[in-house]
């Protein structure tokens, strides 16, 4: 694959499991920004620290091999402990802070660019890709499903994970996030101007994926292909 690929949405459409499977389809590097801002988080939640000030001085290494998406804090995988119910709980409040997405907006950019050097092409997925971090990428999708959708998605993945919660609560914490991520002064959740909105309500993970590469071979990012084949 050539280029960028961004993935937006909100919180349980399935960006990060379809994202990966994408990656891995297409032979390209990943990147979840969402993990970045969650190892922010925990530092906060650590700390007790300014956000901005934490967002600084933390080294946070995210894996871009689909297969393996590490996150580092400080050297130390946190890859588990920053899907937990403290950190979701925080992590909409401290990645609204404008310094906090200045200084990972910047390393995101960093990121995408050392990988599409290296290996030609990339998928990103978050909530302001097409908006902010990568706004020239070659194909721009916004996931959505219905607020019911996915908080069963959230409630399986973490009843999964052996992370306990009611369909009830999930519900409820997947509407807070959607208020406040869509709300949030600077790099609101939204809908790129020329991004594909792809509905994953009725889809299963086959579905969207199959969808997903349709998109791609209709914008030719297949290495090799020609352009509007």
């Known amino acids: 694959m050539r280029g960028v690929i961004a993935l937006d949405g909100p919180s349980g459409t ?70 937990g119910s403290e950190v979701t709980l925080a992590v909409s409040a401290v990645s609204a802070v404008p310094e ?65 919660a009611t369909l009830e609560e999930t519900l409820a914490d997947v509407q807070r996030r959607d208020d406040y991520d869509s709300s949030r002064a600077v790099s609101p959740l939204r809908q790129a101007d020329d991004a594909v909105e792809l509905d994953t309500t009725e889809l299963d993970l086959d579905g969207v994926l199959a969808s997903l590469l349709d998109l791609v071979d209709g914008r030719g990012l297949r290495t090799g292909q020609a352009v509007g084949r």
């Open 100 to 164: 906090v997405r200045q200084i990972l907006v910047a390393r995101q950019r960093a990121i995408i660019a050392a990988v599409v050097d290296s290996h030609g092409g990339i998928v990103v997925e978050g909530r302001d890709i097409g908006t902010a971090v990568a706004p020239d990428a070659e194909l721009k999708v916004y996931l959505t499903a219905s607020a019911d959708a996915r908080a069963q998605r959230r409630t399986r993945q973490d009843s999964a994970a052996g992370r306990q």
């Open 14 to 83: 399935g960006k990060s499991t379809v994202a990966r499977r994408l990656a891995s389809a297409l032979g390209s590097g990943y990147l979840d920004t969402g993990a970045m801002y969650r190892a922010v988080t925990l530092g906060v939640l650590r700390s007790g620290g300014d956000p901005a000030a934490v967002a600084a001085s933390v080294v946070v290494t995210v894996g871009t091999d689909p297969a393996d998406p590490t996150v580092l804090l400080d050297g130390v995988d946190v890859s588990a402990e920053i899907r």
